[in-house]
C-alpha cells in the first residue's frame, strides 16, 4: 500500500471528477457532497473510460459506452450496461463486476490516493 498526491483538492470542485496517475494505478477520484472518492479508471464491463461520464444521483457514475452505473462510494454495479439495445448479450462474457476502489485523504491541500 502507498499514498500518492494525484493533484489539488481546490481544482475538484464538488460534483466533478477526473483522471489522475496514482502510482501503477489508472485512478479517478469524484469531490462528491460527502467527500472525496476514488474509483480505477476503467469501466469493468469492456474498459470505458469512467471519467468521462457522468456523475448522476450525486453518488454513482454511469459509464459513457453502454451506461453501466456504479455506485461511487463502494464500487458496486447499480445497473450493468444497457446501451445500446441487444449489449447485454455480452454479459455471458463481461458478467456483472465491481470496480476497485481507493482510500482518498486530503492532506494540506492535495488529493492523496492509497493504492
Ligand atoms: S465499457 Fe462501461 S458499460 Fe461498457
Redesign the pocket.
Known sequence: MAQHAVGLAADLPVGSMKAFRAGQERVVVYHLKGGFYATQA???????P?AR?EIVDGCQVR??????RFDIATGQVVE??N?PPG?QL?DAL?GERALRTYPVKVKDGKIMVTT
Open positions: 476503467q469501466c469493468t464491463h469492456t474498459f470505458g469512467l461520464g459509464c459513457p459506452l453502454h451506461r453501466a450493468w450496461a446501451f449489449i455480452l463481461r
